[in-house]
T-cell receptor
């Protein structure tokens, strides 16, 4: 059974710092991996989707990498801003047509 | 990206009553929809998978008679929480897959409070 772990559970940084969020999964046979952002009491905002054949994806200040063989993904946030404060969720899909399996998330707080 | 609309966004109901949550794919046909629940400060836990025209497949530990899922069309799935109790209070969120399954699209979520 696939398990997704995210470290750290919480992170506080001053504005402007570059930071890395980590995600690991136990079964390396994945279809794709997605990173989401969730604001308190709100739904999910998809940030980046990495297909199993890809190594990384970039969107603005965000860069996500995928190393299937080691069961790891990282989300890199450059020049963090207070508006980046949220919970970041990593989720993996085992096969096409199946549900995403989520980690518990990393709650990020960026202070001005 | 594709749009998934979930309604209502918030609902408060009395213990013992039933509540229906709707999940609609607005601009694509969703062959498969997923229902998740999220407790405070916890991750999203998959409750069930529904395919249009078929019975839903429930995850272990999820009571199918309590959480009724109907996926009658390619654009609508509903989750009915029957005989709700305070412990059913949670954040419920749906996800829809189109043909090709390139990305999962999520509804805005429903905050259910049972009093």
């Amino acid at each position: 059974k696939q398990e997704v772990t995210q470290i750290p559970a919480a992170l506080s940084v001053p504005e402007g710092e570059n930071l890395v969020l980590n995600c690991s999964f136990t079964d390396s046979a994945i279809y794709n991996l997605q990173w989401f952002r969730q604001d308190p009491g709100k739904g999910l905002t998809s940030l980046l989707l990495i297909q199993s054949s890809q190594r990384e994806q970039t969107s603005g200040r965000l860069n996500a990498s995928l190393d299937k063989s080691s069961g790891r993904s990282t989300l890199y946030i450059a020049a963090s801003q207070p508006g980046d404060s949220a919970t970041y969720l990593c989720a993996v899909k085992g096969q096409a047509g199946t549900a995403l399996i989520f980690g518990k998330g990393t709650t990020l707080s960026v202070s001005s | 990206g594709a749009v998934v609309s979930q309604h209502p966004s918030r609902v408060i109901c009395k213990s013992g009553t039933s509540v229906k949550i709707e999940c609609r794919s607005l601009d694509f046909q969703a062959t498969t929809m997923f229902w998740y629940r999220q407790f405070p400060k916890q991750s999203l836990m998959l409750m069930a998978t529904s395919n249009e025209g078929s019975k839903a497949t429930y995850e272990q530990g999820v009571e199918k008679d309590k959480f009724l899922i109907n996926h009658a069309s390619l654009t609508l799935s509903t989750l009915t929480v029957t005989s709700a109790h305070p412990e059913d209070s949670s954040f419920y969120i749906c996800s829809a897959l189109g043909q090709g399954d390139t990305e999962a699209f999520f509804g805005q979520g429903t905050r259910l409070t049972v009093v």
